[in-house]
């Protein structure tokens, strides 16, 4: 805490070596962390989603090229793409949020595929197809609401690691230019400052990236009790 | 684990009618996964290369990282025709391949050496430190998985639990600024940065100074192999409670105590066995993990592997350099996917069969 001559709190925690509030930096980088993050999951989530039930849902030769797709970026560390990408296209929010998205389709999709084979075959999806729905209003008005349960549930764990790599990718120095305020980016400043005795600057930031993810980790916890049972204790 | 595909060569198939017997069979099926799984890797190598090699040009003629701002038109031409970029993708794209399978990915910018020759200089550093990370995440996270699951419910088992949520939350590289914070700074129990060499004494054959270094060499390892290693970890000790949890409730484990065995051995040899399995799945995946981990840790604690190497690439846009680190720790990533997957079917026949 910085008083000022009256005793007055002026920062209540410090500032950094430029002298910037600590505090407001903090509050502002919650901005691209949590935009990052909810921006990512989402374009994650709908280009699995509907990659996913694509497959799930026409099988053959489809369904083979799409899980092929898959296998081929699981077997890859995503955060070495991740690095390759923004230091050729270089760092921005865009292309963080771009990468980011691409980087989670797979999970999404191969809960989507899974559950849509497993729905496809039920009445109610045959009854909409004798009413003449169309393929696709099939998949995502019929079949999509009750699949979502699980991937909501995923994509509550899946925004606190996204919001865990844009840390690290900041910290890298490849997140968003320098001037914007970021958790993982103040990290990468607090460390020259460590042996001068800033040891806030270091600390807090660690704090707010620790408690957000905390808190979407315990959010995925208990959606997944709450929603579906049956996945309880399934990680 | 990506399912192995369905179709691949029959092997020795005119002998199959000669000789029947299920032991023949069981060999057949074995090679049968064996190979598939290695055209498969093979794909993914491919599939790597390709996507390294179009990153490279996915930001405009890369002719420009090589050159410096102020040059000429003139120079700029030069120096394209010099690299090649001047001639058509795909011809560019085999030779790129051509040259990686030479080991050559072309020069690094900022060492003016080949750029596979700096990346494997310090890879003996980096795998000390995964190894070493890899170690930690499963010789604790097994006895603090069986402890939570003995004691479901209680306040043990939600202590453990709760442990194990923070250690999946906080970000590696803030955890290891933490610890030369505390640790390293407040307390000087532990080195704060800095590296003894053991496995590269030892691959040159000098087994006395890879010994003599072997305890120094520990000191300096302890904070950044842990640093890595807490979050896989935390999720191996959830893993392990949830399938040991599984396991107990199993006829067999019934059996076992209905036998009169001590709670021990049921626990230690008939349920441990078989709850471990899922783990076991999991370690090559967690190489990726903790390779990924690798690049901030070794910059955080300044240990001089392939991530410092990586990062600092990173900050002087050296590209040869950054592409050479993704595909070596790609090949080895897949590398050793392959030889677990091919572990865990000899150990398992059911991963064959499926």
Redesign the interface.
């Known amino acids: 805490m910085v008083a000022d001559r009256e005793g007055v709190v002026q920062h209540y925690l410090g500032t950094d070596a430029l002298g910037r509030d600590v505090y407001s930096r903090l509050i502002y980088g919650a901005r691209v962390s949590l935009l990052v993050g909810f921006t990512a999951v989402f374009i994650g989530g709908a280009l699995g989603v509907v990659l996913g039930m694509t497959g799930g849902y026409l099988g053959g030769r489809v369904d083979a090229l799409i899980m092929r797709l898959a296998d081929i970026q699981l077997a890859f560390p995503f955060i070495l793409l991740a690095i390759m990408f923004l230091v050729v296209l270089g760092s921005g929010v865009l292309n963080l949020v771009l990468i980011l998205g691409i980087g989670q389709w797979v999970t999404y999709a191969r809960i989507a595929r899974a559950q849509t084979m497993s729905q496809r075959e039920k009445e109610y999806v045959e009854a909409a197809l004798a009413l003449g729905a169309s393929g696709a209003s099939v998949l995502f008005k019929t079949i999509l609401p009750n699949i979502l349960a699980p991937l909501i549930v995923i994509a509550s764990f899946n925004v606190a690691s996204v919001i865990l790599a844009e840390a690290a990718l900041s910290f890298l120095g490849l997140g968003v230019p320098p001037t914007v305020p970021t958790w993982g980016g103040m990290l990468a400043e607090s460390r020259d400052q460590l042996l001068a005795g800033r040891w806030w600057l270091a600390v807090y930031p660690g704090v707010a990236i620790m408690l957000t993810v905390l808190s979407f980790n315990i959010l995925g916890d208990w959606l997944r009790d709450f929603l579906d049972p049956r996945l309880r204790g399934a990680d | 684990m990506?399912p192995p595909p369905a179709a691949a060569p029959g092997i020795g198939a005119a002998s199959a009618g000669r000789r029947a017997d299920t032991s023949y069979l069981a060999e057949h099926l074995m090679w049968q996964y064996v190979i598939s799984r290695v055209v498969?890797?093979g794909?993914?190598i491919v599939?790597?290369t390709l996507?390294?090699f179009l990153?490279?040009h996915?930001?405009g003629d890369p002719t420009y990282l090589y050159v410096s701002d102020r040059a000429s038109d003139e120079e700029i031409q030069l120096v394209r025709e010099r690299l090649g970029f001047d001639r058509p993708l795909h011809v560019q794209y085999l030779s790129f391949l051509g040259g990686l399978v030479q080991g050559d990915t072309g020069r690094s910018l900022t060492y003016r050496t080949p750029a596979m020759n700096v990346v494997i200089e310090r890879l003996p550093a980096t795998i000390e430190l995964t190894v070493m990370a890899m170690l930690i995440a499963v010789v604790f996270a097994i006895p603090l998985g069986v402890i939570a699951a003995l004691n479901r419910g209680t306040a043990v088992d939600g202590g453990i639990m709760a442990m194990a949520?923070?250690g999946?939350?906080?970000?590696?590289?803030?955890l290891g600024?933490?610890l030369?914070?505390f640790v390293g700074?407040g307390l000087s129990w532990l080195p704060i940065s800095g590296h003894v060499p053991v496995l590269e004494p030892l691959l040159k054959g000098d087994f006395e100074r890879a010994w003599t270094n072997l305890p120094n060499a520990l000191r300096y390892l302890i904070m950044p192999a842990f640093t890595i290693s807490l979050f896989s970890m935390s999720?191996n000790a959830?893993?392990v409670r949830?399938s040991m949890?599984?396991v107990l409730s199993q006829d067999y484990v019934r059996t076992a105590r209905s036998k009169g065995l001590r709670e021990w051995n049921v626990v230690m040899r008939h349920a441990l066995r078989n709850a471990w399995m899922p783990v076991v799945t999991m370690l090559g995946?967690e190489f990726?993990?903790l390779?990924?981990g690798v690049?901030?840790v070794e910059?955080?604690f300044s240990w001089p592997g392939v991530g410092r190497l990586?990062?600092n690439a990173?900050?002087q846009?050296d590209?040869p350099l950054?592409?050479s680190?993704?595909v070596m720790?790609?090949g080895v990533?897949?590398l050793l996917?392959l030889i677990v997957d091919l572990l865990y079917a000899r150990l398992d026949p059911r991963v064959r069969l499926s």
Do not use: D, K
Not at chain 2, 168 to 174: E, K, L, R
């Open positions: 990506p498969q890797a794909i993914v599939a790597v996507i390294t990153t490279l996915m930001g949520m923070f999946q939350s906080i970000p590696s590289f803030w600024i933490m030369i914070l700074l999720r959830r893993l949830s949890l599984e995946l990726g993990f390779l990924s690049v901030v910059t955080v990586v990062f990173i900050n846009r590209v950054v592409q680190a993704v720790f790609a990533f897949v996917n």
